[in-house]
């Protein structure tokens, strides 16, 4: 009221008066902040303001700006400006009256979001495009400014252009940006950078494929892993006898990490580097010491191939909540022996089949068909990339393990049709997107040699199972011949290319691939989707690991902290050295009385030395690899050896990156090219 009464609205005097009120704390004030920055939201849009009052005047508040409070002025800026702008057109000014001179400048807090609302034509489309790369780039809101002006100018000729309200786009709704962009000649960030094991030229590639759990769709760990986790425990109280107390626990997802293994009959879960040597040990939560590890896993006579049956790998995302609640089992018989009488390999054979349970009775489908937002990420990157692909001339197809009607349920939600009460209905349009769907493949069985699978046609309609020959419609005694049955496929709208079942030369026939090479396949399951295809079929393989955003986030803040690790390593190792060579004249050359006593300092003075700079070694080491996980440290090292989950990485995955849709940003015709290959020799030849 204030704002209206003194004539502030609009005006980029306002933005001086709330830079004055900005360190006052006071609730009158605080109730003024708001009011100005909601007069700004409202009349900015389509102010009379030029862009470079307007940006100059943004700048200058932006020291005092809280983050909560730019947050909120970004809210009114999307909630006002489509009312705001229909009451402006709707006062007298028709949409086909007003000039692109009286609407052109939109600006939002922080340069987030500034567009100008030229006519959907080619010039506006690319400055539109080049505003939203100066931003990305950091460019100075100065030279931001500029360059909106001198486009404006550029456009005089379109002065008098009617103003089309529906042709206007927030770049926000724009498609998100593809390889093609000119942005994108600049360094992509590493979060959405893929990384090659082994060189692959795109342009041999024919199909490529998706899985869909954790991989098209990525699941929200605290939500979704939190119902299994739940599930669960109910199914081991009332339907396998457990103890009733269990029902209180509680799942802490972010304990759990992939790539660990976990031994059954010892109840532990274990982390081990590329070599299988056990570096972490943990039986139920408690921590197992140096030398108790020692004794259990390394001082043995033969080397242990630490798989099945005797032990279980934590290879997907789906295992982390299993391997908690088995965890909390074992630390729960070792304080209540009387209350659970099972071994730990039979607590994991029960965790194991309630588990299953979840899945058959449809507990987790059920509530996420419910409410697909609560548990599944939206990306809106999914379909363009589809397109991409599609438009390049390669095949797709998808082969999940999930049975038609649920993965009906998860596509639809990442195409934005979410089915449930005031959201879109759900239809087949996802579908085009794919030449092939194959659900409930039963994978890793789907890509084994002599896999007899029938396939069956699945009817999108009703969901009934249909008999095919190898995926051609088959005729049914009594019914109609396959020629009427492919007929009346087409007339009710269905292509005849989602099946059920089936094995991987079903999906060859289907394609018409010829060669393994032919195919490059993305999954997040580094044995259900990575390994068999590789060395089954030869399939071209692109593991997603979305663990490895984050880790690249922490490696880009560390790198100082990784040189003093080198620093206090190379300066150990000297030590050492040094230290030996004395031991060494000490115990064998003939040395005087003096001489002796003097060495005999110098070692012990040498050995304390070593000892602290071991010691702060440890210390840096231990902080280090918290950073980046309390418990379990670096997914991809254990110590400074890599991990057992980077060794399959490097040796199955031919690309891995952190999303599935981090391929927008390359060309899909992109040669992928690995890195030089360096043996120790090589590296401490070229002073690394």
């Known amino acids: 009221m204030f704002c209206r009464a003194t004539g502030l609205v609009g005006r980029p005097e306002t933005m001086g008066v709330y830079a004055k009120l900005a360190a006052i704390s006071t609730p009158t004030v605080q109730l003024l902040q708001q009011s100005l920055l909601t007069s700004f939201a409202y009349v900015a849009p389509f102010s009379s303001w030029s862009s470079v009052s307007l940006t100059s005047s943004l700048s200058s508040l932006a020291p005092f700006w809280r983050q909560e409070q730019v947050v909120q002025a970004r809210k009114r800026v999307f909630q006002f400006w489509p009312k705001r702008m229909k009451l402006f057109l709707g006062g007298g000014i028709s949409p086909v009256g007003g000039t692109v001179q009286q609407h052109r400048h939109f600006s939002a807090l922080e340069g987030n979001l500034i567009a100008s609302h030229l006519p959907d034509n080619e010039m506006s489309r690319g400055a539109n495009e080049e505003l939203r790369i100066m931003f990305d780039s950091g460019t100075d809101t100065?030279?931001?400014?500029?360059f909106s002006e001198k486009k404006q100018e550029s456009a005089s000729q379109l002065e008098t252009a009617p103003l089309n309200i529906s042709s206007t786009k927030f770049i926000a709704d724009c498609e998100p940006p593809l390889w093609s962009n000119p942005g994108r000649l600049n360094p992509l960030e590493l979060r959405k950078q893929i990384f090659c094991n082994r060189s692959l030229n795109m342009k041999s590639i024919v199909a490529v494929g998706f899985d869909m759990d954790y991989t098209l769709a990525q699941y929200k760990a605290s939500t979704f892993e939190g119902i299994a986790y739940t599930g669960t425990v109910r199914k081991l109280v009332y339907d396998l006898r457990y103890p009733t107390e269990i029902l209180e626990w509680q799942f802490d997802w972010t304990y759990m990490v992939r790539g660990l293994v976990l031994d059954k009959k010892r109840g532990c879960i274990l982390k081990m580097d590329r070599h299988k040597y056990v570096k972490v040990a943990y039986h139920g939560f408690h921590e197992l010491s140096r030398e108790e590890r020692h004794a259990t896993y390394c001082n043995t006579l033969s080397r242990d191939s630490y798989d099945e049956p005797d032990y279980a790998l934590i290879d997907t995302l789906f295992s982390l909540a299993e391997a908690y609640l088995f965890m909390q089992l074992v630390d729960f018989r070792d304080a209540f022996p009387d209350k659970i009488r099972y071994d730990y390999a039979q607590i994991y054979k029960h965790v194991r089949e309630a588990v299953d349970l979840c899945h058959r009775d449809g507990t987790l489908k059920e509530a996420v068909a419910h409410n697909p937002g609560m548990y599944i990420h939206q990306d809106p990157h999914i379909f363009p990339m589809l397109k991409m692909l599609k438009q390049s001339g390669r095949m797709t197809f998808l082969v999940t393990n999930s049975l038609w009607d649920y993965t009906h349920v998860v596509m639809n939600f990442l195409n934005g049709k979410c089915g449930t009460e005031g959201g879109i209905p759900r239809d087949d349009e996802w579908l085009s997107y794919f030449d092939v769907v194959i659900t409930g493949s039963a994978k890793p069985a789907f890509f084994m040699d002599g896999n007899r699978a029938p396939l069956f046609e699945v009817d999108t309609k009703s969901g009934m199972l249909l008999n095919t020959d190898h995926g051609n419609p088959?005729?049914?005694?009594?019914?109609?011949d396959t020629a009427t049955q492919v007929l009346l496929t087409k007339t009710t709208g269905q292509t005849n290319q989602v099946f059920q079942g089936g094995s991987v030369a079903h999906l060859h026939r289907l394609l018409a691939i010829e060669s393994g090479s032919q195919v490059l396949y993305a999954g997040d399951h580094i044995y259900g989707d990575i390994l068999r295809s590789k060395k089954q079929l030869g399939w071209r393989t692109m593991l997603v690991v979305p663990e490895l955003e984050m880790e690249l986030n922490l490696l880009s803040h560390t790198s100082a902290i990784r040189k003093e690790f080198q620093r206090l390593r190379q300066q150990g190792a000297?030590?050492?050295?040094?230290?030996?060579?004395?031991?060494?004249?000490?115990q064998f050359d003939d040395c005087t009385k003096d001489e002796r006593e003097r060495l005999s300092n110098d070692i012990n003075s040498l050995q304390t030395e070593r000892n602290n700079v071991r010691e702060l070694h440890r210390q840096f080491q231990r902080e280090f690899h918290h950073r980046f996980h309390k418990i379990w440290g670096q997914l991809m090292k254990t110590?400074?050896?890599?991990?057992?989950?980077?060794?399959?990485?490097?040796?199955?995955?031919?690309?891995?990156?952190?999303h599935v849709t981090n391929l927008c940003y390359y060309s899909p015709d992109k040669s992928y090219r690995t890195s030089e290959d360096y043996m120790p020799h090589e590296l401490d030849g070229m002073g690394f």
């Open 639 to 658: 110590g400074y050896q890599n991990s057992r989950f980077s060794h399959q990485v490097e040796r199955f995955a031919c690309l891995y990156t952190s």
């Open 574 to 586: 000297a030590l050492e050295g040094a230290l030996q060579r004395l031991e060494w004249t000490f």
């Open 474 to 480: 088959l005729a049914q005694i009594g019914g109609v």
């Open 142 to 146: 100065t030279e931001i400014s500029e």
